[in-house]
Nanobody
Framework: QVQLVESGGGLVQAGGSLRLSCAAS????????MGWYRQAPGKQRELVAT???????NYADSVKGRFTISRDIAKNTVYLQMNSLKPEDTAVYYC?????????????????WGQGTLVTVSS
């Protein structure tokens, strides 16, 4: 069983910074892409940033230049450095990963979600 455990959320004033972490645990033979998504109250979940296994990154336009995604492959961990935070960044942030796991017929990729961590930005 693969689990993603997020940390680093909290309350911060507008203009401040937070760093989110997400560590994958379990019988993992590698991880393809990892990413962060967020869901604000009354809105659909949206992509924030993703990073591939070879380090290619992708960002939502709303966070470009303010957020940075990175990963430590050896630790199966992905990070999201959030700077210049705005009240509209307030949301529950979810980690997502595609771990490679053993299967009776060989190996397969799963899609796993974390439990979410709340980020609140006050004005």
């Amino acid at each position: 069983q693969v689990q993603l455990v997020e940390s680093g959320g909290g309350l911060v004033q507008a203009g401040g910074s937070l760093r989110l972490s997400c560590a994958a645990s379990g019988s993992i033979f590698g991880i393809n892409a990892m990413g962060w998504y967020r869901q604000a109250p009354g809105k659909q979940r949206e992509l924030v940033a993703t990073i591939s296994s070879d380090g290619i990154t992708n960002y939502a336009d709303s966070v470009k230049g303010r957020f940075t995604i990175s990963r430590d492959i050896a630790k199966n961990t992905v990070y999201l450095q959030m700077n210049s935070l705005k009240p509209e960044d307030t949301a529950v942030y979810y980690c997502n990963a595609d771990p490679l796991v053993a299967d009776p017929r060989g190996y397969k990729y799963l899609e796993v979600w974390g439990q979410g961590t709340l980020v609140t930005v006050s004005s």
